[in-house]
């Protein structure tokens, strides 16, 4: 079936630093989804973006729908203690078809 | 609007013994889907239930299976728990347009031991 590579794995950065991740396929896919994870909670929708080339911000966070459709990437500028969580990507094709998701970056904020 | 609820959030079973979740979509939703999650596999897709069908299923042995009633509520259940069941379950509901965004409950913990 459809895989999608995320990375980094994880990271570790400094409160104030920006983050840059990214979600590659070897299918096209028509809907990007970013979504973040707290402990213990559900994934929360971060940011859906829907045409090639789409550029969309939520806040501090900027994502982009990648112009061959088999990519996207999630910026957070000046990150802060709350960011912590594990940020997922999702991709969607057509139809009916379920939302296929990344394996997640961890993301730790040394204040 | 009120969000996904998931019951019960946390349970413990033994091997061998059945266990079944339930999950209330958000009002309107008639897709819900289910996931297991355990630590460096990501989120792995169950299946997914619309208007009480079943609509898509994922690579999950027979011993996993799900139901969805007429006000969308759905249950699942695992039959016969092995050890490695025990994952986070989420269940996510999404409306009909746009149909491809989902929204999560919190999960169900289920340890098995």
């Known amino acids: 079936g459809q895989q999608l590579n995320q990375s980094p794995q994880s990271m570790f950065i400094q409160e104030g630093e920006d983050v840059s991740m990214n979600c590659t396929s070897s299918s096209i896919f028509n809907t990007w989804l970013w979504y973040k994870q707290d402990p213990g909670e559900g994934p929360v929708l971060l940011i859906a973006?829907?045409?090639?080339?789409e550029l969309t911000s939520n806040g501090r966070l900027t994502a982009q729908f990648g112009i061959t459709r088999k990519d996207s990437f999630l910026n957070i500028s000046a990150s802060i203690p709350s960011d912590v969580g594990i940020y997922f990507c999702?991709?969607?094709?057509?139809?009916?078809?379920?939302?296929?998701f990344g394996k997640g970056t961890r993301l730790s904020v040394i204040a | 609007k009120a969000g996904v609820t998931q019951t019960p959030r946390y349970l413990i079973k033994t091997r061998g013994q059945q266990v079944t979740l339930s999950c209330s979509p958000i009002s309107g939703h008639r897709s819900v889907s289910w996931y297991q999650q355990t630590p460096g596999q990501g989120l792995q897709f169950l299946f997914e239930y619309f208007s009480e069908t079943q609509r898509n299923k994922g690579n999950f042995p027979g011993r996993f299976s799900g139901r969805q009633f007429s006000n969308s509520r759905s249950e699942m259940n695992v039959s016969t728990l092995e050890l490695g069941d025990s994952a986070l379950y989420l269940c996510?509901?999404?409306?009909?347009?746009?149909?491809?965004?989902?929204?999560f409950g919190a999960g169900t913990r289920l340890s098995v031991l």
């Open positions: 999702a991709g969607w094709n057509s139809g009916n078809t379920p939302l296929v």
């Open positions: 973006l829907y045409k090639a080339g």
């Open positions: 996510a509901s999404s409306p009909d347009r746009p149909k491809n965004i989902q929204y």
